[in-house]
Protein backbone atom coordinates (compact mmCIF):
# COMPACT_ATOMS: atom_id res chain seq x y z
CA UNK A 1 0.00 0.00 0.00
CA UNK A 2 1.14 3.82 -0.84
CA UNK A 3 1.91 5.63 2.25
CA UNK A 4 0.35 8.91 0.67
CA UNK A 5 -2.94 6.38 0.53
CA UNK A 6 -2.40 5.99 4.61
CA UNK A 7 -2.16 9.80 4.75
CA UNK A 8 -5.97 10.08 3.81
CA UNK A 9 -7.36 7.86 6.19
CA UNK A 10 -8.88 10.14 9.08
CA UNK A 11 -7.63 7.03 11.69
CA UNK A 12 -3.99 7.66 10.78
CA UNK A 13 -3.58 11.13 9.51
CA UNK A 14 -2.08 12.28 12.63
CA UNK A 15 1.12 9.82 12.36
CA UNK A 16 4.49 10.72 11.12
CA UNK A 17 5.68 10.15 7.60
CA UNK A 18 8.02 7.87 9.38
CA UNK A 19 5.27 5.97 10.67
CA UNK A 20 2.77 5.43 7.81
CA UNK A 21 5.67 4.33 5.69
CA UNK A 22 5.73 1.55 8.54
CA UNK A 23 2.36 1.12 8.48
CA UNK A 24 1.91 0.90 4.65
CA UNK A 25 4.27 -1.92 4.81
CA UNK A 26 2.56 -4.02 6.43
CA UNK A 27 -0.95 -3.14 4.89
CA UNK A 28 -2.74 -4.48 1.14
CA UNK A 29 -5.59 -2.54 -0.42
CA UNK A 30 -8.18 -4.74 -1.59
CA UNK A 31 -11.18 -3.70 -4.01
CA UNK A 32 -14.83 -5.46 -2.95
CA UNK A 33 -17.27 -5.56 -5.76
CA UNK A 34 -21.09 -4.56 -4.44
CA UNK A 35 -22.90 -7.40 -2.26
CA UNK A 36 -19.21 -9.10 -0.87
CA UNK A 37 -19.49 -9.80 2.51
CA UNK A 38 -16.21 -8.46 4.07
CA UNK A 39 -16.65 -10.55 7.06
CA UNK A 40 -19.10 -12.68 8.90
CA UNK A 41 -20.65 -12.55 12.22
CA UNK A 42 -19.59 -15.43 14.65
CA UNK A 43 -16.29 -15.77 12.52
CA UNK A 44 -12.85 -15.75 13.52
CA UNK A 45 -11.36 -12.40 13.02
CA UNK A 46 -8.21 -12.30 11.29
CA UNK A 47 -8.11 -8.46 9.64
CA UNK A 48 -8.63 -5.01 10.41
CA UNK A 49 -9.85 -3.34 7.41
CA UNK A 50 -10.57 0.59 6.92
CA UNK A 51 -13.04 2.35 4.30
CA UNK A 52 -11.04 4.40 1.42
CA UNK A 53 -13.81 4.31 -0.98
CA UNK A 54 -17.24 2.80 -1.22
CA UNK A 55 -20.63 2.01 1.50
CA UNK A 56 -20.93 -0.93 3.26
CA UNK A 57 -23.81 -2.21 5.79
CA UNK A 58 -23.05 -3.98 9.44
CA UNK A 59 -25.73 -6.42 10.31
CA UNK A 60 -26.19 -8.68 13.29
CA UNK A 61 -28.70 -11.23 12.97
CA UNK A 62 -30.94 -9.98 10.40
CA UNK A 63 -30.92 -6.54 12.45
CA UNK A 64 -29.35 -3.28 10.38
CA UNK A 65 -26.89 -1.94 12.70
CA UNK A 66 -24.98 0.65 10.95
CA UNK A 67 -24.12 1.82 7.29
CA UNK A 68 -20.43 2.82 7.34
CA UNK A 69 -18.24 4.95 4.29
CA UNK A 70 -14.86 6.05 3.82
CA UNK A 71 -12.83 6.96 6.68
CA UNK A 72 -14.70 4.20 8.51
CA UNK A 73 -13.00 1.06 9.65
CA UNK A 74 -13.98 -2.07 11.09
CA UNK A 75 -12.67 -5.95 12.51
CA UNK A 76 -10.32 -3.83 15.29
CA UNK A 77 -11.95 -5.41 18.27
CA UNK A 78 -11.31 -8.79 16.47
CA UNK A 79 -7.66 -8.60 15.95
CA UNK A 80 -6.72 -6.39 18.97
CA UNK A 81 -9.27 -8.45 21.24
CA UNK A 82 -8.93 -11.89 19.36
CA UNK A 83 -12.40 -11.98 19.57
CA UNK A 84 -14.89 -12.95 16.81
CA UNK A 85 -16.97 -11.47 14.47
CA UNK A 86 -19.90 -9.42 16.76
CA UNK A 87 -21.54 -8.79 12.95
CA UNK A 88 -20.98 -8.98 9.28
CA UNK A 89 -20.12 -6.30 7.04
CA UNK A 90 -21.73 -6.11 3.58
CA UNK A 91 -20.21 -4.26 0.78
CA UNK A 92 -23.11 -1.75 -0.59
CA UNK A 93 -21.69 -0.22 -3.41
CA UNK A 94 -17.88 -1.07 -4.68
CA UNK A 95 -15.31 -0.63 -2.21
CA UNK A 96 -11.60 -0.05 -1.97
CA UNK A 97 -10.23 -0.73 1.71
CA UNK A 98 -6.90 -0.78 2.75
CA UNK A 99 -6.53 -4.09 5.10
CA UNK A 100 -4.24 -5.20 8.12
CA UNK A 101 -4.08 -9.13 8.99
CA UNK A 102 -3.86 -9.83 12.48
CA UNK A 103 -0.27 -11.07 12.13
CA UNK A 104 1.14 -8.32 10.19
CA UNK A 105 -0.81 -5.96 13.45
CA UNK A 106 1.15 -7.82 15.80
CA UNK A 107 4.47 -7.15 13.56
CA UNK A 108 3.67 -3.39 13.28
CA UNK A 109 3.09 -3.39 17.12
CA UNK A 110 6.56 -4.18 17.82
CA UNK A 111 7.90 -1.85 14.88
CA UNK A 112 5.56 1.41 15.41
CA UNK A 113 3.73 0.94 18.80
CA UNK A 114 2.07 4.24 18.27
CA UNK A 115 0.07 3.11 15.40
CA UNK A 116 -0.69 -0.24 17.72
CA UNK A 117 -2.07 2.35 20.18
CA UNK A 118 -3.74 4.64 17.63
CA UNK A 119 -6.10 1.14 16.55
CA UNK A 120 -6.17 0.45 20.31
CA UNK A 121 -7.34 3.57 21.16
CA UNK A 122 -10.21 3.32 18.56
CA UNK A 123 -11.08 0.24 19.95
CA UNK A 124 -11.64 1.66 23.46
CA UNK A 125 -13.97 4.59 22.23
CA UNK A 126 -16.08 2.04 20.18
CA UNK A 127 -16.00 -0.07 23.32
CA UNK A 128 -17.63 2.81 25.14
CA UNK A 129 -19.73 3.64 22.74
CA UNK A 130 -21.65 0.44 22.42
CA UNK A 131 -21.92 0.14 26.73
Same mark, same amino acid.
Given at each position: ?????????????????KE????????????? /???????? #??? @??????? %?? $????EV??????????????FL??????????????????? /???????? #??? @??????? %?? $??????????????????
Open positions: MDEARVKDLDLFSSLSRRKELARHADELDF /PEGKELVR #EGE @FAYEFFV %IE $SGRAVRGDEHVADLGPGDGEMGIVARATRNASVIARS /PMTVMVMT #EQA @FRTMERS %IP $SVASRIREAVEERSRALA
